[in-house]
């Protein structure tokens, strides 16, 4: 986008939200109303997908729910109530609540237009302390050995089927599912024996009210800048790819040996859970092949740093957190070895 584009646009969205404060300032202040203010100066700092997610999780259960309320009547104990409904019975699809951090996630864009509303039109913000779920452990499950092995011979009886290939790449790799499958054969550098992690893909929602189509996908940076990378290749899996590269265009998709079709994470996802099937492992899912990966580095030895940077983490603590959990036996050993 140009520098005149870009700023004809932030004029446009000026315009538009001194207009809507103008309606605030002459009439009531509503959630919805100050959620629409809101918004629209999240639209100039945040990613588009965090921006349809946002403007989704707005439409599908607050605004709903306590849209017509105005800002200076929220108080904590119909937050809190309005927590709880959604534990209970926050699907829109009436099949039960919502998960812990969905939930989490609508709290925090609820701050956000309540502290919006404190700052702009100086109402107080009484929500500060309100009773949300904690955060779950998160479950790093990976294949043991011989599961991997289990695996990796499957893969090698086809490798020329880049859909298993790309599944032997994030078990050597740790690479997240929307990034393999925007993986393009230009990012895979066999002469320095790297690749490069610089983009992903996912499906999301249209943020434009009654848009069609409903979602598209939508290729852009990874999730953080932690996530923009360059992951070694084992030497192994070098000779591997080798076979491969002087076949494709480098301008290629990696999973798909095309320029002109991405694969959509759902629909390798459905490949994943086929082959899955067939090996009769069905409870393993696309995310343990990086579990598996983090595992392996960790048993070998890996520097946490390196390992981290590898994983496109934004932190050691969050690789430590999530990875690095001794077993009994662990434990025992080190018990012992303290005490000699």
Not at 4 to 13: E, P, V
Not at 161 to 182: D, F, H, M, Q, S
Not at 235 to 249: A, M, N
């Amino acid at each position: 986008m140009s520098t005149t584009n870009a700023a004809s646009k932030i004029q446009r969205l000026q315009a538009q939200l001194s207009g809507l404060q103008q309606e605030i300032r002459q009439g009531s202040c509503t959630i919805s109303g100050v959620a629409e203010q809101w918004l629209m100066q999240e639209k100039l700092t945040v990613k588009q997908s965090t921006y349809a997610k946002y403007r989704t999780n707005l439409d599908t259960h607050i605004l709903p729910q306590l849209g017509q309320m105005e800002v200076s009547d929220l108080n904590m104990m119909m937050v809190n109530t309005y927590i709880d409904y959604l534990r209970q019975d926050g699907r829109i699809d009436g099949k039960g609540g919502l998960s812990a951090k969905y939930i989490r996630d609508l709290y925090t864009i609820l701050k956000g237009i309540v502290r919006y509303a404190e700052m702009e039109y100086s109402v107080p913000n009484t929500i500060k302390n309100c009773k949300i779920p904690p955060k779950g452990e998160v479950q790093s499950i990976a294949l043991t050995r011989r599961q991997q092995r289990r695996l990796e011979d499957f893969l090698r009886k086809d490798l020329g089927n880049p859909k298993k290939l790309g599944i032997l790449l994030c078990l050597y790799t740790g690479l997240r599912i929307g990034e393999v499958c925007a993986l393009q054969w230009k990012h895979v550098n066999l002469d320095t024996g790297v690749l490069e992690v610089c983009q992903t893909v996912q499906r999301i929602q249209n943020p434009v009210r009654d848009a069609k189509p409903k979602t598209y996908l939508l290729i852009g940076e990874p999730k953080s800048r932690a996530s923009l990378r360059v992951v070694p290749i084992p030497t192994f899996l070098r000779g591997i790819l080798e076979k491969y590269r002087s076949t494709r265009d480098a301008e290629a998709y990696f999973l798909t040996n095309t320029r002109l079709m991405i694969m959509e994470p759902r629909n390798y996802q459905y490949h994943f859970k086929k082959y899955m099937q067939e090996l009769h492992m069905e409870w393993v899912h696309f995310h343990t092949l990086r579990h598996t990966f983090a595992t392996r580095a960790i048993e070998s030895g890996m520097d946490m740093k390196a390992l981290s940077e590898m994983l496109g983490h934004a932190g050691v603590s969050i690789t430590m957190d999530r990875y690095v959990h001794s077993s009994v036996e662990e434990k025992k050993r080190q018990m012992e070895r303290m005490c000699m």
